[in-house]
């Protein structure tokens, strides 16, 4: 761990971020991966019906983010808010349990569970506060640290949860964890998290709704957006594929499946925390430029992969390509509007969003034009793209800041 993120931990903001960063991740990796599961075999949601329901869910996410990101830089408190939506996760997941019928499912996915996904946007912008007094390349030492908080909760908490409910005939209770784990987290925020400004007050005039939503969609702000969103789609593509290649072309098993999910969701763990270090380095561009080309690497030969043991050799790569796709590019969008730092984080959720739709139509070209391993290269492609476009954007900046 580096010493940066060894001094910042003793800052009381800074560490109880990365508890509540944590109980956030375990709240998502209790669930997601049996989400589709209790909607559709459990409640009996048709699958057309639960793929809409996704995507919208999707979509009321990101416009929440948005806006609690907006009112937060307004009002200059993130701890009042974070405790808003994480009582909406403990009763949108608690409803869920309580009350298991396709209304109480459709109510939380679409109302209180895209409320409660706006916390991780709120306490990267907490960090991002408590972090402005440190030079750039220690705070995002400190940002990859807090996400290797909830990388760490998605390795121990979906195998652990399926082990304990697999007896039971029924992944339900696992809402109930995931209200607990909000529960927690309620308790986290408000016993151990201080107060603190967001932004200075006086700047509160220029904060509305409108000019913060033109700042998002302002050229400068969303051809960048669009760049790391193509970068980031090729994590979507390979969460589609994988499997597919790994029980087709490759000849493997579910249990494979498992074990490589595994293994890389470990890697990624350390190998977040070892880019926080190239990252003294190397600037962000720079650093994502790395990562997205190893990733690249990684999806090409994936493609060509047919013994499992290909896919068991590439878990290295990809963990380290991976590790740089999800932790550089926190910092990247936080420093796009970095005088705002709820609005620029809520640009991590815009992100996941376009990335998340990016790699919807990706995975629908690939597999009309192509099979699987073709829409791996495919993806591929579109991080090739990405990268070229964040390199034509930004390499001229890159170039001036690294010149003596």
């Given at each position: ?82 405790l808003a939506v994480i009582l909406s996760g403990a009763v ?140 980031c789609s090729t994590l979507h593509v390979n969460a589609a ?164």
């Amino acid at each position: 761990m580096s010493s940066s993120l060894l001094f910042a931990m003793r800052d009381p903001v800074i560490r109880a971020s990365v508890l509540a960063i944590f109980l956030f991740g375990f709240s998502g990796a209790a669930t997601s991966p049996y989400q589709s599961v209790v909607g559709i075999a459990e409640l009996g949601l048709s699958d057309g019906f639960y793929s809409a329901l996704i995507f919208i869910a999707a979509l009321v996410n990101v416009t929440v983010s948005v806006t609690v990101g907006i009112v937060a830089d307004r009002v200059g408190n993130y701890r009042t808010l974070m405790l808003a939506v994480i009582l909406s996760g403990a009763v949108g997941y608690g409803l869920v349990y309580a009350l298991p019928t396709k209304t109480s499912f459709v109510i939380a996915m679409l109302l209180l569970l895209p409320v409660h996904g706006a916390l991780n946007s709120l306490l990267f912008a907490n960090v991002r506060t408590a972090a402005n007094g440190m030079v750039g390349k220690d705070a995002a030492a400190v940002n990859s640290g807090v996400r290797a908080a909830i990388s760490l909760s998605w390795v121990l908490v979906p195998g652990l949860v399926g082990f304990v409910l697999s007896a039971r005939g029924s992944m339900l209770p696992a809402y109930l964890l995931a209200s607990l784990g909000c529960i927690g987290n309620l308790l986290l925020i408000f016993f151990l998290l201080p107060a603190r400004s967001g932004v200075d007050p006086i700047l509160s005039k220029r904060l509305s709704y409108l000019a913060s939503l033109a700042e998002i969609l302002s050229p400068r702000v969303l051809a960048r957006l669009v760049a790391v969103a193509l970068i980031c789609s090729t994590l979507h593509v390979n969460a589609a594929v994988l499997p597919l290649i790994v029980t087709g072309a490759a000849g493997g098993s579910a249990t494979d499946i498992g074990i490589v999910v595994g293994v890389v969701a470990l890697l990624e763990v350390v190998f977040i925390l070892v880019w926080g270090r190239i990252q003294y380095r190397l600037s962000h561009i720079d650093a994502l430029a790395l990562g997205t080309a190893i990733y690249v690497v990684y999806m090409a030969l994936l493609g060509f992969s047919s013994r499992p043991w290909h896919i068991y050799a590439l878990t290295l790569i990809s963990g380290f390509g991976a590790a740089a796709l999800i932790s550089i590019p926190i910092t990247y969008l936080q420093d796009l509007i970095a005088d705002r730092p709820g609005l620029g984080s809520s640009l991590i959720a815009v992100n996941i969003f376009l990335g998340g739709a990016l790699s919807a139509a990706l995975f629908a070209l690939g597999t009309r034009i192509s099979d699987y391993s073709g829409t791996a290269l495919l993806g591929a492609a579109a991080g090739i793209v990405g990268c070229a476009l964040l390199l034509f954007l930004d390499g001229a900046r890159r170039r001036a800041v690294s010149m003596p």
